[in-house]
């Protein structure tokens, strides 16, 4: 009997700590719900929630807007959720909703974009300086002479994007290559505007070396963005105008297949979320975390497109 008091004790204990742990509810907030990119983010968090057993909540601004996003976390610290995941849109707007976070004993991490000065208590994604310094690199891999440039980004308020633009700097101005006037263009994570961009750019400046962006939002509009590669068409045979672009997602692989990019250089998004989950049940369990958790850069072109390709259906 005390034999049978002890086992149903312990599955009592047990069954507790799958309830904790099944209750835990916690949210990622992307910079914009229309940004595909982070569709990857959300699909590794509920693909982690799964299988640790917890509840993923992914919910941010239709689209890029600071203000939206901080009010969507004020909105979650309100219904008292376990933890927070922010992809930072604007590291000086979110100071004060992150503190707010944190007096209230919610868990906060930064994945994608971080936010340095606030009391979020990791980060989870890209070394974004390293990233800037790659897509450099390989565009002087396709084009060594150095020439003029232009660069576009999201948001000037965007420490990720920021961080990419000086390790881009670092790199091409560092190989004598010099930046056009009214770059770089910023495009508020809109599709639609980054590929207008990419085509003012060529029309301000007809004998242009390069425009390499930090992020990949005109190919998230492929039909414009490819309006704009088939106009220069001609210089990019001639590799007058290289295309070196940022990012892996199955649309951009599909249009370096169909040779209207040249080289990608992509983030792990996917990853970022899945680390997200484990990183705040880390954090709820009271354990400690390294600050900055690093995930790795892919460089796709012809050789290994298919490859990706296929890991991406």
């Known amino acids: 009997m005390k034999r049978m008091l002890l086992s149903a004790v312990a599955a009592l204990s047990l069954m507790s700590v799958a309830q904790a742990a099944d209750a835990y509810k916690f949210a990622l907030i992307p910079k914009g719900m229309d940004n595909p990119y982070f569709d ?7 693909a ?36 927070i995941a922010i992809s930072v849109a604007d590291a000086d707007s979110v100071t004060g909703v992150i503190k707010m976070a944190r007096d209230a004993d ?10 340095v000065k606030s009391q979020r208590q ?18 002087i891999k396709v084009k060594p002479k150095a020439g003029t440039f232009a660069t576009q ?80 068409m001609d210089k990019v045979k001639s590799g007058k105008l290289p295309l070196v672009m940022p990012d ?21 998004p996917y990853e970022m979320g899945q680390k997200a989950m484990s990183m705040l049940v880390a954090l709820k369990k009271g354990e400690k975390l390294p600050v900055v958790n690093a995930v790795g850069l892919d460089v796709v072109n012809k050789d290994n497109v298919d490859k990706f390709l296929s890991a991406s259906k």
């Open 40 to 46: 990857l983010s959300r699909d590794g968090c509920m």
């Open 48 to 83: 982690e929630a799964k299988t640790l057993g917890i509840t993923c909540i992914y919910k941010g601004p239709a689209t890029h807007e600071p203000a939206t996003e901080v009010q969507i976390m004020q909105d979650f610290i309100t219904q008292g959720v376990d933890g």
């Open 106 to 115: 919610i868990p906060v991490i930064t994945f994608d974009a971080d936010a």
């Open 122 to 139: 990791a980060y989870v994604g890209t070394d974004n300086k390293e990233m800037g310094r790659e897509l450099a690199r390989q565009l």
């Open 153 to 232: 980004s999201g948001g000037p308020a965007a420490a990720n994007l920021n961080d990419r633009l000086a390790g881009l700097y670092e790199v091409l101005k560092g190989a004598g290559w010099t930046e056009v006037k009214g770059s770089p263009a910023f495009c508020n994570d809109d599709a639609a505007l980054a590929a207008q961009q990419l085509s003012d750019f060529a029309t301000a400046n007809p004998d242009i070396d390069a425009i390499i962006p930090v992020g990949g939002w005109a190919l998230f509009a492929p039909k414009a963005y490819k309006g704009f590669i088939d106009a220069n």
């Open 248 to 268: 892996t997602l199955p649309v951009e692989l599909q249009l370096l297949k169909d040779g209207y990019v040249q080289t990608l250089v992509g983030q792990r």
